[in-house]
Structures are given as C-alpha cells and as structure tokens.
C-alpha cells in the first residue's frame, strides 16, 4: 500500500503534463498579446482602422458608381477639389511656432 | 525523479521569463522616450534655465495638452476630407471601369494617397503622443525631459508638416498628373 503511493507520487501523469504545457502555452501567448494592446503600435493600427472604416463606409453611401463620366464631370470634378483644398492650411495648422522656445516663454539657448 | 521534476520545471520557468524579459525590455514607455531624448540630445540645463523651466512648466502643460487635442482634432478633419476625396475617385475609377475607360492613373493617385494618409495618421500620432506625454513629466524632478520632449516635439512637428504637405501637393497636382489624361482620352 505504501509502495503503491509512493509509485504514483513519483509518475508525472500524462493529462498533468498535457494540462501543464498547454497552459504555459496559453500564458506565453496571452502576455504579448496583452503587451501589443497596451503598445503606441496598436493605438496607431486602431486610428488606421477607423480611417478605412470611415472611408468605406462613405462609399456605400450616396456615391454614384454606375452614370458614364463626360469630360466635363471631370473638369467640374477638378474645381470641387480646388474649392475643397482651400479649407486645408498646413503651415498654418501645423505652425513650429506653437512650440518655439520664444512663444512658450522657455530659454532659448 | 525528483531531480527531473525540478529541472523540468526550471526550465517551464526560464521558457516563460525569458520571452516576458525580452518584452519588457522592447516596450517604450512615455518616460523612457524622454530618458532618451534627454541622452541623444546630451541635455545639461543650468540652473537659471532649470529655475525657468520649473516655473513655466505646470502652466505650459496644460497649453500643450491643450495643443494635442486641437492638432488631433485637424488631422481627423483632414483625414475626413482627404478620405471624402479618395471615395470620389474610387467612384470616379468604378465609372470609367463600367464604360471601359482605362483610369489607372486614379488608381494610381489613390494608391498614393493611402500611403501618405497613412504617413499623417503615423506622424500625426507620434506627435500628439509626445505633447501629452511631456504635459505629464514631472515637473520639479524632470525639467531636463520636459525641455527634450519640446525639441523631440518640434522635430516630429516638422515630419507632420512635410507629410500634410505631401498629400496636399498629390491633390494640387492632380489635375496635371490624373486628370489631364483622362479628360483627353474621354474627348478622344
């Protein structure tokens, strides 16, 4: 009886090894996955995401994809395009200034 | 068999820490960008500048999360109308399929512009992450990463200019690139 305890004690069973690598695999899979969640990459992948979504999304909706084009829809296109650009300023909306030295009041050398 | 046992064991143990060590070791955190910075930059303020920087610090943090939040707030609005511009040539592109127009070169142009979208989210995000994260540095133990985080700041300020730049001259060109084309092979 005592022999017959001390032969099971000392056997690992198969299901407990099974059981061990699995989880260990599961944990090794599960913390870098958690650390990609938690990483700039993956705000950045979502920012992506809801862009192309957006993008889609738009495209389902009221575009016409079937009329033949003229040469003029292009041209009336071109103007659309120009009027629209005009709400975009760059160095106006991604001025250096905003964080110079001078502006924010720092030391400048 | 015991023996056996514990190495195994150990050896579960080293297989598990030791992809975890490597992970932690790649993980940029915000302080560690500005850690390095301070480093690359070889940033030594003196201390009228560092009494300066202090002083201005807590102030200027809340202008520069104040910043992040209307430079995010642009780039959505320009992402919207670069991606409003994008579908109008996705359809564009969809017609001239439907009546066998070749019109690759709007394939081409959008090809373009979902690279250089792409290149402003990127930029655009890396620079709104280093404003907050330098409108949350300690001020009174690191005045020399608040100063190092601006200079890292302006650098990728200077990236988002040249990649909005970028997506705009696409669009200001096209009608030489893109359009021109098209139109004489519609007129043909």
């Not at chain 2, 133990?141 to 705009?168: C, D, T, W």
Request: aromatic residues 6%; hydrophobic residues 45%; negative net charge.
């Amino acid at each position: 009886m005592h022999g017959d305890i001390e032969k099971k004690l000392e056997g690992l069973h198969p299901m407990t090894a099974i059981m061990g690598a699995v989880t260990i695999s599961i944990v090794m899979v599960f913390i870098p996955f958690m650390m990609f969640l938690h990483s700039s990459a993956y705000e950045t992948v979502k920012q992506i995401k809801i862009g192309s979504q957006l993008s889609a999304a738009n495209l389902n909706g009221s575009y016409d994809v079937k009329s033949p084009v003229n040469a003029i829809d292009i041209a009336n296109y071109e103007a659309t395009l120009r009027q629209k650009l005009t709400t975009i300023n760059n160095s106006a909306d991604f001025n250096q200034n905003d964080i110079s030295n001078q502006t924010l009041g720092l030391p400048t050398n | 068999m015991k023996i056996q046992r514990f190495a195994l064991l150990v050896l579960a143990f080293i297989t598990i820490l030791l992809p975890l060590e490597v992970g932690a070791q790649s993980v940029v955190t915000p302080d560690s960008v500005l850690s390095k910075a301070v480093s690359d930059q070889q940033l030594a303020l003196s201390a009228d500048s560092k009494a300066i920087v202090v002083a201005r610090c807590v102030p200027l943090q809340a202008q520069l999360s104040q910043l992040s939040s209307r430079t995010a707030a642009t780039i959505h609005l320009y992402l919207d109308t670069y991606g409003s511009t994008m579908n109008d040539l996705q359809a564009f592109e969809l017609r001239l399929a439907r009546q066998g127009v070749d019109g690759s070169e709007i394939d081409l142009l959008i090809g373009k512009m979902r690279g250089a979208m792409d290149n402003l989210t990127i930029s655009g995000s890396t620079y709104t992450g280093t404003l907050n994260t330098v409108a949350s540095v300690d001020c009174v133990n690191q005045p020399e990463e608040f100063v190092a985080g601006i200079v890292l700041a302006r650098a990728q300020l200077s990236q988002l200019q040249k990649n909005a730049n970028q997506i705009e001259r696409l669009l200001t060109d096209a009608p030489s690139s893109t359009f021109g084309q098209i139109i004489k092979r519609l007129s043909a």
